[in-house]
Structures are given as structure tokens and as C-alpha cells.
């Protein structure tokens, strides 16, 4: 996994969540964890004391990260990304697995999955704000969707989550439109 794949963990982190529906939470569950971690099968053999609890308060965190650096509050988010980098228990590591090139791990000193999961997410935040610039990050502008992304289109376009809201947002337009008209 290279650096910048680890900017995906944090949105995927944010995601499990939307504060407009509390009641779809998905990160309450071992099922919700598993799903969380994807493919990281080296993470699955880690502990998970309070995991569930642990991650959802980290979450809370990148999501203000995010939802800053979305609204154009840069500085707060870089302070507080710093906060979190501080803390985090990052161990970089370069290896090689699976047949893959060298490449760089940040979570080798991690004692439980939490440790794991947060040093690769806010190192993968990270980058990506540096990289991409805080404008890249992004809130779903679908109503009722409060999801984040990281737009990496190439002419910084993106204002959906996903392709699910990109259609929906486009439906509820056209038909506005037709009432319009009609
Ligand atoms: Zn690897
Ligand atoms: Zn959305």
C-alpha cells in the first residue's frame, strides 16, 4: 500500500458515518469493523480492545479535519491534523510482501488495530493535504448526504460522495426542472 492509498482509510473512516443519520452508524458491530478494514488481512490479526468506541472518536476528529479543510478553514484543520499526527503512533517501515515493490508502512509498531488504523489514516491525511492542497477535501453537496471525499479529478469537478448521490442529485434536478417547466 503506498502513502497516498492511505489517505483513502480516513475518508473510508469518516464514511462509516453521517451525523444528518445517526441511526445508520456503521461502525457499531464486529461486521462493521471487518468491513472497515478491508483488505488490510495484517491488521485482522491485531487486538481490538474498544475498538468500535476508539475508532468512532477518531472519526469524529477527521471529520472536522475534513469538513475545515473543506470549508476553507485550512489553518484549523492543518492544527489539528497536527495534534493527531503528534500522537499517533507512526512507525515507518520500508518493506516488502505479496510480491510487491518496496514501499512504505507506517503502522509496524502498532500494538492493537486502533493504533494501526489511526497511524495509516492520519498519515494518509496527511499527504493528501499536502499534496492535493485542503481544497481538494470535500463534503456531499446531495441533499440529506453528509459524506466526505478527496476530489482527485483532474479538473477539480467532484461534488459528490459517490456515484450513487451524483445521480440521485441529478434526478431531483431534472425533475425540479420538469415541475419547473411544467
Ligand atoms: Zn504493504
Ligand atoms: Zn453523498
Known amino acids: 500500500m503506498d502513502l497516498?492509498?492511505?489517505g483513502d482509510l480516513a475518508v473510508r473512516l469518516v464514511n462509516?458515518?453521517?451525523?444528518?443519520?445517526?441511526?445508520?452508524?456503521?461502525?457499531?458491530?464486529?461486521?462493521g469493523l471487518e468491513a472497515l478494514l478491508g483488505d488490510r488481512a495484517a491488521w485482522r490479526r491485531l487486538p481490538r480492545t474498544d475498538a468500535?468506541?476508539?475508532?468512532?472518536?477518531?472519526?469524529?476528529?477527521?471529520r472536522r479535519i475534513v469538513?475545515?479543510?473543506?470549508?476553507?478553514?485550512?489553518?484549523?484543520?492543518?492544527?489539528?491534523l497536527n495534534v493527531l499526527l503528534a500522537a499517533a503512533p507512526?512507525?515507518?517501515?520500508?518493506?516488502a510482501h505479496d510480491r510487491q515493490?518496496?514501499?512504505?508502512?507506517?503502522?509496524?509498531?502498532a500494538h492493537d488495530v486502533v493504533e494501526a488504523y489511526t497511524a495509516a489514516a492520519v498519515m494518509g491525511l496527511?499527504?493528501?493535504?499536502?499534496?492535493?492542497?485542503?481544497?481538494?477535501?470535500?463534503?456531499?453537496?446531495?441533499?440529506?448526504?453528509?459524506?466526505?471525499?478527496?476530489?482527485?479529478?483532474?479538473?477539480?469537478?467532484r461534488r459528490y460522495?459517490?456515484?450513487?448521490?451524483?445521480?440521485?442529485?441529478?434526478v431531483a434536478a431534472y425533475r425540479a426542472r420538469r415541475r419547473a417547466a411544467g
Not at 460522495?161 to 441529478?170: D, G, K, L, P, Q
Open 90 to 95: 507512526i512507525s515507518p517501515q520500508v518493506t
Open 52 to 62: 468500535l468506541p476508539r475508532l468512532r472518536a477518531l472519526r469524529e476528529r477527521l
Open 101 to 109: 515493490p518496496w514501499h512504505l508502512h507506517v503502522s509496524e509498531g
Open 16 to 31: 462509516t458515518a453521517d451525523p444528518g443519520r445517526p441511526e445508520q452508524d456503521a461502525l457499531v458491530d464486529a461486521a
Open 126 to 157: 496527511a499527504v493528501q493535504l499536502t499534496e492535493l492542497g485542503p481544497d481538494r477535501f470535500g463534503v456531499c453537496a446531495a441533499s440529506g448526504c453528509r459524506h466526505v471525499f478527496v476530489d482527485t479529478s483532474t479538473n477539480r469537478s
Open 4 to 6: 497516498a492509498s492511505y
Open 67 to 80: 469538513e475545515d479543510a473543506a470549508s476553507g478553514n485550512a489553518a484549523r484543520a492543518v492544527r489539528e
Open 161 to 170: 460522495c459517490s456515484e450513487r448521490c451524483a445521480t440521485r442529485a441529478n
